[in-house]
């Protein structure tokens, strides 16, 4: 509608320049006319602009409202990213781990474990000794002196000194029956040593043990009682790197002086 009361307007002007040069004798147009003419025409032109600024400010709302709704969903985007990358870790549920329903069975089976050197008592002379344990040795041995042997009802016995009041005093003296006799060799140039074999009870701890112990003077050496091989045979397994599994008896005797 603009466009066209523009154009009107020109095509008045157009005219009214035309009837100005043309001869004498045509009608001629009255200002009245005229102005009457161009105020319409300026009427309709400013019609014609309201209604084109109305159209533009409806379009432009639209988008307005269309720019808001795009920045809400933005903004709603962006929140649930967030939401998203904050959220904890559930760590997933620990697995049950299965119980065997019986351990396995010790390596030592029956045996017990014995260190390198052990409390054992002699139920025969009511005695703890420090005792060392000696895979070496075949044989095992007690500390005796004043070894006298005689015979009671037909058999061999021997009467022996015990120090088991400790070293620096006087021992104590027991009868026992001999059960046989071993030769021990203590060198290549020295002469077999016959020495008496007694039967002893022993106790290490809790474990309780029967053995046969030959008789010697052990006064030099650290231990007045010695168990060897055949005592731990099928009973026994020696760990060397501890001493005292199964307690250390304050009152032990030693052959030491300390």
Known sequence: MFKQA????????????????????????????????????????????????????????????????????????????????????????????????????????????????????????????????????????????????FERNGEEWVRYDVMTNGPDKAGNTFESKVERFVRIKQDATSEDDRRPVIHAHLKIGQYSAETDLNLTDRSHLDYPLLLGRKFMKDIAIVDVGQIYIHGKDKNQVTTLIK
């Open 6 to 149: 523009l154009a009107l307007t020109i095509a008045v002007l157009i005219v009214s320049g035309c009837t100005a040069t043309q001869h004498s004798h045509a009608p001629s147009i009255s200002n009245a006319d005229l102005n009457s003419t161009l105020q319409t025409s300026q009427a309709q032109i400013i019609t014609a602009f309201n209604d084109q600024c109305s159209k533009q400010s409806d379009d432009i709302t639209g988008l307005s409202i269309e720019l808001r709704k795009l920045k809400t969903q933005v903004s709603e985007a962006m929140a649930q990213s967030q939401k998203l990358a904050v959220a904890p870790v559930v760590a997933p549920a620990p697995r049950p781990v299965a119980v065997p329903s019986q351990c396995p069975e010790s390596l030592i089976g029956e045996k017990f474990l014995l260190g390198e050197a052990e409390s054992v008592y002699m139920d025969e002379v009511k005695t703890t000794f420090a005792t060392r344990i000696d895979t070496g040795a075949e044989s095992s041995s007690l500390d005796a002196r004043n070894i006298v042997l």
